[in-house]
């Protein structure tokens, strides 16, 4: 089995229109629900044996705040407001040996992603997770879903069980 856990980066500022999008940093909500989902995360799951994450500065910050012990983290400049596809194929690029992975990233690719990979027929509660993602997959919105393979590029879309959706106004 392997181990997709999303991660959309926590709220940005938009106050200074001078700054391009891929410059823009957390917002001081941001800076606050971030290390609060980092904490919930690092006491409900184990951590991932790799975080991938977008080069932008909001997630680069949303790491670094909700992750600070963490080293194992890989900045990819194509996961900047990727679509689902391009995430879902950087996946099927794992290494094998990682059995676990945490992408940080933008909406709309990562609410689609976690749509794309789950389960259209899962049990009531996993339907009622799927259902909130579909409705909002809201800034430093966490989701992870557990896929049935054992090979990264054998992964399928509408086969992972979606086992966690957690908002900050969850926490």
Do not use: C
Request: proline residues 9%; hydrophobic residues 40%.
């Amino acid at each position: 089995m392997k181990t997709i856990s999303l991660l959309r980066h926590a709220k940005s500022d938009w106050d200074d229109d001078t700054l391009d999008d891929h410059e823009r940093p957390l917002n001081a909500r941001g800076r606050s629900s971030a290390p609060r989902m980092g904490r919930w995360i690092a006491e409900h799951l184990p951590p991932p044996d790799l975080i991938l994450s977008s080069t932008a500065e909001r997630t680069r910050e949303t790491v670094a705040l909700a992750f600070p012990h963490l080293s194992h983290v890989e900045f990819d400049d194509g996961l900047y407001l990727a679509p689902p596809g391009t995430l879902f194929e950087r996946l099927t690029k794992l290494s094998e040996a990682q059995a676990s992975v945490l992408l940080v990233g933008h909406n709309p690719g990562l609410g689609a992603l976690v749509l794309f990979l789950a389960r259209a027929d899962g049990p009531p509660e996993e339907e009622k997770r799927r259902r909130a993602v579909q409705a909002k997959f809201p800034t430093a919105a966490f989701a992870t879903l557990e896929m049935p393979t054992e090979r990264w590029r054998t992964l399928q879309p509408g086969t992972g069980h979606l086992t966690q959706f957690v908002t900050p106004k969850d926490l």
